[in-house]
């Protein structure tokens, strides 16, 4: 698969789709579900519950955003690969958080949570044809391709990591 030309996304997800790297966009995402595994496997529910700042989300809040936005994003593509050409509107991701329930749920759960959505979402991806890919759609009112979500998919996941890795992680007062 070819990445995704400029034209094919918003501008707004410029940011998320440069950071995937090469082409094998299906291989970066198994990758990536293998190693947020492997991140979280090792972390505490204390981990889960901090914040770097005042007014950030914790750590299991943003595990589970990342989780809902992988399904509002492989939604979106799962219609525009279908043909159809609804127009998909976008969410607010401060309301989703709010809403979540994060705080309330174990770090291990919202782990499982993750690779179960993101075996579901390469699923998804592996199963379009090749005639899927550059199908284009409207979603938060603006165009974009199906090849185009699923390097948004990865590339989002890639953005949150390193917030997590860089502000997050170093952080956590050790006990």
Same mark, same amino acid.
Do not use: C
């Given at each position: ?13 410029? /940011?998320? *789709? ?6 094998? *966009? !299906?291989? *970066? ?13 090792? +972390? ?20 589970? $955003? ?11 593509? !799962?219609?525009?690969? =279908? ?14 958080? =709010? /809403? ?17 959505? =993101? ?6 991806? =592996? ?16 165009? *974009?391709?199906? +090849? ?7 590339? $989002?996941?890639?953005? $949150? ?15």
């Amino acid at each position: 698969m070819k990445r995704p030309e400029p034209t094919e996304y918003a501008d707004f997800y410029a /940011n998320y *789709v440069s950071k995937v790297p090469g082409s094998d *966009v !299906l291989g *970066v995402l198994e990758s990536q579900r293998l190693q947020m595994l492997q991140m979280f496997a090792g +972390r505490s529910e204390r981990d889960g519950s901090f914040r770097y700042a005042p007014g950030k989300w914790a750590v299991k809040e943003v595990l589970g $955003h990342i989780t809902d936005t992988e399904r509002i994003f492989t939604y979106r593509a !799962l219609r525009i690969a =279908r043909g159809d050409q609804t127009r998909l509107p976008g969410f607010e991701q401060d309301d989703f958080v =709010r /809403n979540g329930g994060f705080a309330e749920r174990t770090l291990a759960g919202l782990t499982e949570e993750f690779g179960l959505v =993101r075996s579901a979402s390469i699923a998804l991806f =592996r199963s379009f044809q090749e005639g899927a890919w550059p199908r284009r759609g409207i979603a938060s009112e603006k165009e *974009v391709t199906v +090849r185009a979500l699923a390097f948004i998919t990865a590339g $989002h996941q890639i953005h $949150h990591r390193l917030i997590l890795e860089e502000r997050y992680f170093p952080a956590i007062p050790r006990a």
